[in-house]
Structures are given as structure tokens and as C-alpha cells.
């Protein structure tokens, strides 16, 4: 079967994207005259993408931003500062601790979809997922070097569901640095040192280039990084009482990417990017369950660096016109990425660990076109409509986890040889951006998605904004998102098991998980409400959140069936609701002219699956706050504080384990982290950077009990130098 769909789908797709290129140039022929002003390229994208960036929920860090503070290695540790966004693992099982990714409004980080230059990125897939729900994965928030990034925006609840399947809880937007008409390009470098040599220091060096190769017509664009984190000694959490527990592993980085951009005439371009990166561990023990299983000592003991690489291929073209009555920006991309790793264990407390010392690989591949157009008219006020469809195919190669046997018996009608599986995705949708009048903003919008595996889907929503006075603006939202079952999950070949501690509780014997086929989308409706204040640089705003999650994808309680040699059967399964509700704002006060107080908060309310337990763990407040300093163009300073407020652990028991020996209360108190930061720019491109993190030293230690699932590193110093020419 899946040889009869991929050809005709790949038909499909290449005639797809033909047909807005086609069409640009016919439009290119027929309106070779108009103005100026008409000819401009993105002028109506702009002005769409404007409006739902100013919609509640929406944050953004500038450039300017990330380089008054410089991330060690990931830029989740700069976007986690902003409302509504903490650092977790996908469950609250604590496994995978100190590889925390994006979790915006505690949906948990398989809920948020990051993009990069508005297209997809889901190299995560590649990775298996575990009995509850984790990846041995860092993310997609590491493919772009920090210097390389003119923008990040982070969109929360309502305004995320008009993007589909993951974006349940947020979006992250990674917009790279455009092409410019001079030539131009810089050189950076960028250390961390703490100050404990147990704990892993950075080292990063990178260039950008850009400028253009036939004036006004063919420009380029060229960056490239390489990046060492240093993983935290082995028992670096040895005396908090858990040897096996390992600190925050090593990274080892490379990227290269390149933009090719043709402006065929005043009213088209296209785009070509591609780019390569490679992100490898640096190997200190860590495993799924924070013990010593498998080979971990083995491995240690021989020195080994890397027991995971991921490497990754993007291409793309992208097509971008403006035209008399609309704009329209097009795309067909294509990525690759494979996930080479040792092979680890499948079963029981060893799940996750590794078991030998080679490499097993699996690939992903994802293939996407997506075209839009964006339409003003005037029709009882002004109007920006969004209209848009896209398809995509994914194919994941998985041979080493999908051949797993078990041990425990066989599964009637299960195919262990079956190591590929593909799903195609299509939608189509629409959003109005409508001022009814002068302060009244109304943003409807309407969705179809269908997955090859999981069907139709209904999502979409309804924003608004409300002008009250010249200073006061009501914001609120109703939308409908969901994710499709991931292509783990929705394999009914895939088989992990457990000797009997991770089974159902009331049951004996031996068990095994499996995929299932059935699985509904996971859905939710998020809603908020809220109000901005905007007079004299004084800015303010607070909103509340809710959303009511359903049919959560979890490993399931039921039996539905037995092996032939008596053991059980059981597999991911839909469940009823889960809920997640909490309150988040920002303040911002001009203290002086060259002194600003920049603050935001999250309350989280509630965070509650169908048992009873929190979907991530993450803080029940947190508190960002940056004093900014900037007494002339060239000289600023900042001073950060971040305060996070207690942190509980899981309470209700879900295994047979758990249920006989007990769940760990300990709770992680309420803790604050201060830093300091000083810049200095000489000439026009370039500047240094000096600052201490974590002044006080405040340190926590991983002991996979309770709520202690990661290292909060101590104090360290940092400092950056960009030479720009």
C-alpha cells in the first residue's frame, strides 16, 4: 500500500506547488504596471501577520533581546522568561528530567509546535516514545543557532489553534535572519563557565553572511555554528542520594544553512534554503528511570562521548507575490532526519537504558506544501482575510525498536517486520481579520484537518479585541485545537513491556503496551480573557486560561487481550478529560528615560489529568523580571530575576510499583535566581557582553524522586563577542 500511495502523492505535491508558481506568473504578465506601492512584496502578509501577533497570548524577543541574554545552548532557556511558559518533561512522571523542553500553559512540550520561518519542525518524531509519554530528545527549539535569530514569537492558547495538529498549547516561531541588500556579515563567540567544575561548561563560535550576488535581482544568505556544552560529571548528584541520577548531559552541535533568493520582478520571489545540522550527546549515565541498568557503568567506565546523534536535511522553496487585489506566499519543503543512537531496552525499570555499543538507526522524513493568500477588502469595515491549504506525508523507518519481541509471549496478528510507517496529512482553512470599526477587532477563523490515520477534524475560533477609552484594550479567545496520535503511538506493531512492576494495578503477570490504530485526535478548547493598558511606556495586561483537554493519548489501564502464553495485552488508549487553567500578565514601567522595569507572571490554578495527577511538573508561580539599563547608545546593563514558586510532585499511583511501594512527596520550595549582565558596542556591528548567572548559587540536584527530577544549575559566567564588518 505504501508503495502505490508515495508516487501519485508526490505527483500530487510537485503539480501542487506548480500551480501558485504558474499562476505568479501569469499575474507577474498581467499587472507588469502596477504601482509602486501595489508592487511591494509581503505588504498585506505583513499586515495579517501584524494583527494576530497583537492578539492576547502573543509575546515576541527581538534580536536585541536574545543578545542581552545570551542563551548557553538552546533558546528554550530564553523563552521559558516569557508568560505562561515553564521547562518540563511531557508527563509528570519525572523520567528524562534534565532534557526539559517548551511547555506553554502546562500542556506539555509534545503540545507545542515549533516552527522555524513559519514551516513545521517535528525531528522529535524520530524519537520513540516511552511507556508514559517521554523522548530521549531535547526538542526542536536547538536547529538555529542563537545569532542566526531575528525573531522569536511565542503564541499562546487561542491564537495557536489556526496552526493544526500540535499546537494544542502553543506555537514557537523561529524567524532567521532575512537577506539584506549590502553586503554584510559578523563572526561570534560566546562562553559559559560555572563556577562548580562538576557542572558541564560552553563553548560556541559561529559566522553570518549575507548580501547580494547580481544586484536587486540574486541575494544570498550563509550562517554556520559549532557549538560544545560539556555534560555535568557523572555523580554530580551522588550526594543528594541518588547516584544513578544523572546531571544534565552534554551537547555537541554543528549547523550550516544557506538562502538563495531570486526577485524575479517587482511583484514575485523565490526563496531556496537548505541547511544541515547535526546535534550529538555527550554521554554522563543519564536513563529514561534515573538507574544504573543496562550498560550505563559499562559505558562510563569506557569513556564513551556519544550514545545519540541527530542529524538533520531542510530544503525549500518558497514563493512570495503581491498583487493588485491579495498577496500569496507559497512553499514545498522537505526535511530528513535520522536518529542514531545505541540500542536500549524496551521493558520494564532497565526502558530506556542502553544495552550495547553500536549505532541502530531510524529516519524521518516529512515532505510538505502549504500555500496561502492574503485578501483585504472592505466589506461593514476593513478586512484581512487568510485563506490557505496544505498537505504533507510522513514516513518514519523504525527497524530496531519495531522488530522488539518481548519475551512475554506473542501478540496475535502483530508484524515485527513491519518497520515503516507513513501518514498523510491535508487541510484547508481560514481566518478573517476584521476591524468592525476603529478600536472593535474581531478574528474568526475555521479549520479542516484529515489525517490518513486518525480522519477528520473540526478546529478553529473566535478572538476580539476591544478598545475601552484610548489607553484600555479587552482581549479574549475561544478555540478548538487538537493534535493527531503520533506515528509511534497509531502503530499497532510497536510493542514496549514490562515484567509486571509497570503493569495495572489488581493485575499479575507480565504485560505489554502496543499501538493501536483507533486512537481518536487528542482535542481541547482553550479559552481566555483578559485586558491590556498601554499610556506613556507604562504597559500592563493579565489574562485568564482554560482549557479543557481531551482524549489524552496515555498508556492504558484495560486489558484487551493475552499473549499465547497467558501474559497481557494492553495499549494507548484515549482517555476522558484532563484540565488546565491558570492566570498570566506582564507589567512594564519607565522608571526614567534610560531605565525600564520589565516584569510578567504565571499563576498556574489547576493542572489535572483524568487520575488526578498534574499533566507536567512545573512550578505553581513564576515570576520574571529584568531591570534594563541603557544610559547611551553605547553601554547597557540588566538585571534579572526569576522567581519560581513551589513545585509538587505526582500523587496518585499508576502502576503496580507505585501502588504497593508509595509515591515520593518530597516537594522542591519556592527558589529565586538573580543575574547580571553588561554590553559595550564599538563601531556599528559589533559589541561584547559580560554577566554572571545565578549570582546566589542556588543549586538543586536530581534524585528522580518526588519533584526533584532535574539539576538547577549553580553560578556561572558568561560572556559573548560579535565582530561585525
Given at each position: 500500500?505504501?508503495?502505490?500511495?508515495?508516487?501519485?502523492?508526490?505527483?500530487?505535491?510537485?503539480?501542487?506547488?506548480?500551480?501558485?508558481?504558474?499562476l505568479?506568473?501569469?499575474?507577474?504578465?498581467?499587472?507588469?504596471r502596477?504601482?509602486?506601492?501595489?508592487?511591494?512584496?509581503?505588504?498585506?502578509?505583513?499586515?495579517?501577520?501584524?494583527?494576530?501577533?497583537?492578539?492576547?497570548?502573543?509575546?515576541?524577543?527581538?534580536?536585541?533581546?536574545?543578545?542581552?541574554?545570551?542563551?548557553?545552548?538552546?533558546i528554550?532557556?530564553?523563552?521559558?522568561?516569557?508568560?505562561?511558559?515553564?521547562?518540563?518533561?511531557?508527563?509528570?512522571t519525572g523520567?528524562?528530567?534534565?532534557?526539559?523542553?517548551?511547555?506553554?500553559?502546562?500542556?506539555?512540550?509534545?503540545?507545542?509546535?515549533?516552527?522555524i520561518d513559519?514551516?513545521?519542525?517535528?525531528?522529535?518524531n524520530?524519537?520513540?516514545?516511552?511507556?508514559?509519554?517521554?523522548?530521549?530528545?531535547?526538542g526542536?527549539?536547538?536547529?538555529?543557532?542563537?545569532e542566526?535569530?531575528?525573531?522569536?514569537?511565542?503564541?499562546?492558547?487561542?491564537?495557536?489553534?489556526?496552526?493544526?495538529?500540535?499546537?494544542?498549547?502553543?506555537?514557537?516561531?523561529?524567524?532567521?535572519?532575512?537577506?539584506?541588500?549590502?553586503?554584510?556579515?559578523?563572526?561570534?563567540?560566546?562562553?559559559?563557565?560555572?563556577?562548580d567544575?562538576?557542572?558541564?561548561?560552553?563553548?560556541?563560535?559561529?559566522?553570518?553572511?549575507?548580501?547580494?550576488?547580481?544586484?536587486?535581482?540574486?541575494?544570498?544568505?550563509?550562517?554556520?555554528?559549532?557549538?560544545?556544552?560539556?555534560?555535568?560529571?557523572?555523580?554530580?548528584?551522588?550526594?543528594?542520594?541518588?547516584?544513578?541520577?544523572?546531571?544534565?548531559?552534554?551537547?555537541?552541535?554543528?549547523?550550516?544553512?544557506?538562502?538563495?533568493?531570486?526577485?524575479?520582478?517587482?511583484?514575485?520571489?523565490?526563496?531556496?534554503?537548505?541547511?544541515?545540522?547535526?546535534?550529538?550527546?555527550?554521554y554522563?549515565?543519564?536513563?529514561?528511570?534515573?538507574?544504573?541498568?543496562g550498560?550505563?557503568?559499562?559505558?562510563?567506565?569506557?569513556?564513551?562521548?556519544?550514545t545519540?546523534?541527530?542529524?538533520?536535511?531542510?530544503?525549500?522553496?518558497?514563493?512570495?507575490g503581491?498583487?493588485?487585489?491579495?498577496?500569496?506566499?507559497?512553499?514545498?519543503?522537505?526535511?530528513?532526519?535520522?536518529?542514531?543512537?545505541?540500542?536500549?531496552?524496551m521493558?520494564?525499570?532497565?526502558?530506556?537504558?542502553y544495552?550495547?555499543?553500536?549505532?541502530?538507526?531510524?529516519?524521518?522524513?516529512?515532505?510538505?506544501?502549504?500555500?496561502?493568500?492574503?485578501?483585504?477588502?472592505?466589506?461593514?469595515?476593513?478586512?484581512?482575510?487568510?485563506?490557505?491549504?496544505?498537505?504533507?506525508?510522513?514516513?518514519?523507518?523504525?527497524?530496531?525498536?519495531?522488530?522488539?519481541?518481548?519475551?512475554?509471549?506473542?501478540?496475535?496478528?502483530?508484524?515485527?517486520?513491519?518497520?515503516?510507517?507513513?501518514?498523510?496529512?491535508?487541510?484547508?482553512?481560514?481566518?478573517?481579520?476584521?476591524?468592525?470599526?476603529?478600536?472593535?477587532?474581531?478574528?474568526?477563523?475555521?479549520?479542516?484537518?484529515?489525517?490518513?490515520?486518525?480522519?477528520?477534524?473540526?478546529?478553529?475560533g473566535?478572538?476580539?479585541?476591544?478598545?475601552?477609552?484610548e489607553?484600555?484594550?479587552?482581549?479574549?479567545?475561544?478555540?478548538?485545537?487538537y493534535?493527531?496520535?503520533?506515528?509511534?503511538?497509531?502503530?499497532?506493531?510497536?510493542?514496549?513491556?514490562s515484567?509486571?512492576?509497570?503493569?495495572?494495578?489488581?493485575?499479575?503477570?507480565?504485560?505489554?503496551?502496543?499501538?493501536?490504530?483507533?486512537?481518536?485526535?487528542?482535542?481541547?478548547?482553550?479559552?481566555?480573557?483578559?485586558?491590556?493598558?498601554?499610556?506613556?511606556?507604562?504597559?500592563?495586561?493579565?489574562?485568564?486560561?482554560?482549557?479543557?483537554?481531551?482524549?489524552?493519548?496515555?498508556?492504558?489501564?484495560?486489558?484487551?487481550?493475552?499473549?499465547?502464553?497467558?501474559n497481557?495485552?494492553?495499549?494507548?488508549?484515549?482517555?476522558?478529560?484532563?484540565?488546565?487553567?491558570?492566570?498570566?500578565?506582564?507589567?512594564?514601567?519607565?522608571?526614567?528615560?534610560?531605565?525600564?522595569?520589565?516584569?510578567?507572571?504565571?499563576?498556574?490554578?489547576?493542572?489535572?489529568?483524568?487520575?488526578?495527577?498534574?499533566?507536567?511538573?512545573?512550578?505553581?508561580h513564576?515570576?520574571?523580571?529584568?531591570?534594563?539599563?541603557?544610559?547611551?547608545?553605547?553601554?547597557?546593563?540588566?538585571?534579572?530575576?526569576?522567581?519560581?514558586?513551589?513545585?509538587?510532585?505526582?500523587?496518585?499511583?499508576?502502576?503496580?510499583?507505585?501502588?504497593?511501594?508509595?509515591?515520593?512527596?518530597?516537594?522542591?520550595?519556592?527558589?529565586?535566581?538573580?543575574?547580571?549582565?553588561?554590553?559595550?558596542?564599538?563601531g556599528?556591528?559589533?559589541?561584547?557582553?559580560?554577566?554572571?548567572?545565578?549570582?546566589?548559587?542556588?543549586?538543586?540536584?536530581?534524585?528522580?524522586?518526588?519533584?526533584?527530577?532535574?539539576?538547577?544549575?549553580?553560578?556561572?559566567?558568561?560572556?559573548?563577542?560579535?565582530?561585525?564588518?
Amino acid at each position: 500500500m505504501h508503495r502505490t500511495l508515495k508516487k501519485p502523492l508526490k505527483k500530487t505535491l510537485f503539480a501542487a506547488a506548480a500551480l501558485p508558481l504558474s499562476l505568479a506568473a501569469a499575474f507577474a504578465q498581467a499587472e507588469g504596471r502596477q504601482s509602486a506601492q501595489t508592487a511591494e512584496l509581503d505588504t498585506v502578509y505583513v499586515t495579517a501577520e501584524r494583527k494576530v501577533q497583537q492578539q492576547l497570548g502573543v509575546s515576541k524577543i527581538s534580536a536585541d533581546d536574545i543578545a542581552k541574554r545570551p542563551v548557553a545552548n538552546d533558546i528554550s532557556e530564553l523563552v521559558r522568561t516569557m508568560p505562561g511558559v515553564n521547562l518540563t518533561g511531557n508527563t509528570a512522571t519525572g523520567q528524562r528530567g534534565n532534557k526539559r523542553q517548551i511547555d506553554i500553559r502546562g500542556m506539555g512540550p509534545e503540545n507545542t509546535l515549533i516552527l522555524i520561518d513559519g514551516k513545521p519542525v517535528t525531528s522529535r518524531n524520530a524519537e520513540r516514545i516511552s511507556m508514559r509519554g517521554e523522548r530521549n530528545t531535547r526538542g526542536d527549539s536547538n536547529w538555529v543557532p542563537p545569532e542566526a535569530i531575528e525573531s522569536i514569537t511565542v503564541l499562546r492558547g487561542p491564537a495557536a489553534a489556526r496552526y493544526g495538529s500540535g499546537a494544542m498549547g502553543g506555537v514557537v516561531n523561529i524567524t532567521t535572519k532575512r537577506i539584506t541588500n549590502e553586503f554584510e556579515g559578523s563572526v561570534n563567540y560566546y562562553t559559559n563557565q560555572p563556577q562548580d567544575s562538576k557542572e558541564g561548561a560552553t563553548n560556541r563560535a559561529g559566522f553570518y553572511l549575507s548580501g547580494p550576488v547580481v544586484k536587486d535581482k540574486l541575494s544570498f544568505r550563509l550562517y554556520g555554528s559549532a557549538n560544545k556544552t560539556d555534560a555535568d560529571s557523572a555523580g554530580i548528584n551522588a550526594a543528594a542520594g541518588n547516584a544513578d541520577a544523572a546531571g544534565v548531559e552534554g551537547v555537541r552541535n554543528r549547523d550550516i544553512a544557506g538562502r538563495l533568493q531570486w526577485r524575479i520582478d517587482p511583484a514575485n520571489s523565490l526563496t531556496f534554503d537548505a541547511g544541515y545540522s547535526r546535534q550529538g550527546n555527550i554521554y554522563n549515565g543519564d536513563t529514561q528511570n534515573s538507574n544504573g541498568a543496562g550498560i550505563t557503568s559499562d559505558l562510563l567506565a569506557g569513556g564513551v562521548e556519544e550514545t545519540a546523534r541527530l542529524y538533520r536535511q531542510n530544503y525549500s522553496l518558497i514563493h512570495t507575490g503581491s498583487y493588485e487585489k491579495f498577496d500569496l506566499k507559497s512553499y514545498l519543503s522537505y526535511d530528513r532526519t535520522v536518529n542514531s543512537r545505541f540500542p536500549d531496552n524496551m521493558a520494564g525499570g532497565p526502558e530506556g537504558s542502553y544495552n550495547d555499543d553500536y549505532f541502530v538507526n531510524s529516519k524521518l522524513t516529512n515532505l510538505r506544501f502549504n500555500s496561502e493568500a492574503y485578501i483585504p477588502f472592505e466589506a461593514a469595515g476593513s478586512h484581512v482575510a487568510t485563506v490557505g491549504a496544505e498537505i504533507a506525508r510522513s514516513s518514519l523507518s523504525d527497524p530496531y525498536t519495531i522488530s522488539y519481541q518481548g519475551g512475554f509471549g506473542t501478540v496475535a496478528g502483530r508484524d515485527s517486520t513491519a518497520s515503516r510507517v507513513t501518514q498523510t496529512e491535508w487541510a484547508v482553512y481560514g481566518e478573517d481579520n476584521w476591524t468592525v470599526r476603529p478600536g472593535t477587532t474581531l478574528i474568526p477563523s475555521l479549520r479542516f484537518d484529515h489525517n490518513s490515520k486518525s480522519g477528520g477534524n473540526v478546529s478553529g475560533g473566535l478572538n476580539f479585541s476591544q478598545a475601552v477609552g484610548e489607553n484600555w484594550l479587552v482581549k479574549g479567545g475561544i478555540a478548538r485545537a487538537y493534535k493527531a496520535p503520533n506515528l509511534y503511538q497509531s502503530n499497532p506493531n510497536f510493542l514496549l513491556a514490562s515484567r509486571g512492576n509497570g503493569c495495572p494495578i489488581g493485575t499479575t503477570g507480565s504485560c505489554y503496551f502496543i499501538g493501536n490504530n483507533d486512537l481518536k485526535p487528542e482535542t481541547s478548547w482553550n479559552k481566555e480573557i483578559g485586558f491590556e493598558f498601554n499610556r506613556n511606556g507604562w504597559q500592563a495586561g493579565a489574562a485568564y486560561f482554560h482549557n479543557a483537554y481531551r482524549n489524552k493519548i496515555v498508556a492504558s489501564q484495560n486489558i484487551i487481550g493475552y499473549t499465547d502464553t497467558g501474559n497481557l495485552i494492553q495499549q494507548w488508549e484515549n482517555t476522558p478529560k484532563a484540565t488546565v487553567a491558570g492566570f498570566e500578565g506582564s507589567l512594564s514601567i519607565p522608571l526614567h528615560d534610560t531605565l525600564q522595569w520589565r516584569n510578567n507572571f504565571t499563576y498556574m490554578q489547576k493542572s489535572e489529568d483524568y487520575q488526578g495527577n498534574p499533566l507536567s511538573l512545573i512550578p505553581k508561580h513564576t515570576i520574571n523580571s529584568t531591570l534594563a539599563w541603557k544610559p547611551n547608545e553605547k553601554w547597557d546593563a540588566n538585571l534579572t530575576f526569576t522567581h519560581y514558586g513551589r513545585q509538587k510532585p505526582r500523587t496518585v499511583a499508576i502502576n503496580r510499583i507505585e501502588n504497593s511501594d508509595g509515591l515520593d512527596s518530597s516537594e522542591i520550595g519556592s527558589y529565586g535566581i538573580w543575574g547580571v549582565n553588561a554590553g559595550y558596542r564599538f563601531g556599528k556591528k559589533s559589541e561584547a557582553r559580560l554577566g554572571v548567572s545565578n549570582i546566589g548559587n542556588k543549586k538543586i540536584y536530581r534524585t528522580g524522586n518526588g519533584a526533584y527530577t532535574y539539576n538547577e544549575h549553580g553560578r556561572a559566567f558568561y560572556g559573548s563577542l560579535k565582530v561585525g564588518f
